[in-house]
């Protein structure tokens, strides 16, 4: 049995250092607690009849993208959460399940599969065999700045459907990076130019298979030529809170307002005005889930996001959402 062996993981995506971790072993003697630590593990146990595992895990790479591997003999049950990383499992053989809020999602042999972000999940595993690409958050966010010249907004990160079904063509793309990126790392080692760029390689493939959902961003302002609009739409996200007016949006955006106007009802068929409501509207729904009958209501949120007509925002509200928002506030 060996300990894991890694460096302190970097505070962003251009720093990365090596990852070697060795995991072998049964629950008795600690491996289980090893590997949950890992993956910020809460109540992680062997469940089934035998009452006993046999594991063995390993990872190599650095703390921008590390390739990994668990193989294990017994049943898993536990809570896990991906923290600053974006995993993604392939299931060789074996059984398992996650569960997010009321969904299960089954992992069945086969392709690859995103782990849940931003929350714990609940998942359970049963013999299982399973190869692993853990890519930090900070990495991924760079890449798809150069690859579609957007950033996530101040305060917010690039979040991914982890249930979205991805297209063969895709599956086969990232496959074939992290194949590729094994086989590098083993021939040239860390650190690398050629590893680097095999890495990055399997980021790229990874945005491909799972396109970022950006600050709410329609696919089509993912398209170099339409950087002004994108600035336009960043504005009005980053500012929904203050007052705004089509003048300010369209010289935050270096464009005359007819131009701003045309923008967004070529691209997003909608107007600027249009869009800024939607996004208070957004903001309104946001607040209500987060929030209690205790300590707030809602005229409070509503007249705070600029809806002073309280009739006409419930009906506004209703249509989007299908509920009315003194039902969201309850829930």
Avoid: C
Avoid at 117 to 146: C, Y
């Amino acid at each position: 049995m060996s300990a894991p062996t890694t460096e302190p993981v970097p505070d962003g995506p251009t720093e990365r250092s090596a990852v070697r971790i060795s995991i072998a072993g049964t629950d008795t003697d600690g491996s289980l607690e090893r590997l949950a630590a890992l993956y910020g593990g809460e109540g992680w146990r062997v469940v089934g009849p035998t009452g006993s595992l046999r594991l063995r895990y390993a990872a190599f790479g650095d703390t921008g993208v590390s390739l990994r591997r668990t193989r294990a003999t017994g049943a898993v049950r536990g809570e896990a959460h991906t923290g600053d990383e974006v995993v993604v499992r392939w299931l060789d053989s074996g059984r398992a399940r996650v569960r997010l809020d009321v969904d299960e999602l089954p992992v069945s042999p086969g392709g690859p599969v995103l782990f849940p972000l931003d929350r714990p999940f609940l998942f359970d595993a049963r013999d299982w065999d399973q190869r692993l690409v853990h890519m930090h958050r900070g990495l991924v966010e760079d890449v798809a700045a150069e690859q579609w010249d957007v950033a996530p907004l101040e305060g917010d990160r690039i979040s991914f459907d982890h249930d979205r079904a991805p297209s063969t063509a895709a599956v086969r793309g990232l496959t074939t990076a992290v194949q590729t990126a094994s086989r590098t790392f083993v021939t040239r080692g860390w650190p690398s130019l050629a590893w680097t760029e095999a890495s990055r390689a399997v980021v790229r493939a990874f945005l491909e298979f799972s396109p970022p959902r950006l600050a709410g961003y329609d696919p089509a302002l993912l398209v170099p030529e339409r950087a002004r609009l994108r600035r336009a739409v960043e504005f009005i996200e980053a500012h929904a809170h203050e007052p705004l007016t089509a003048q300010s949006i369209a010289a935050a955006a270096d464009v005359s307002v007819r131009t701003l106007q045309e923008h967004f009802r070529n691209v997003l068929d909608t107007t600027p005005t249009l869009f800024l409501r939607e996004t208070r509207l957004r903001r309104v729904h946001e607040e209500l889930r987060a929030a209690t009958p205790e300590a707030t209501t809602v005229g409070t949120v509503a007249r705070q996001w600029g809806f002073v007509h309280l009739g006409r925002f419930a009906g506004e509200y209703g249509k989007r959402f299908g509920e009315h928002p003194s039902a969201t506030l309850r829930r």
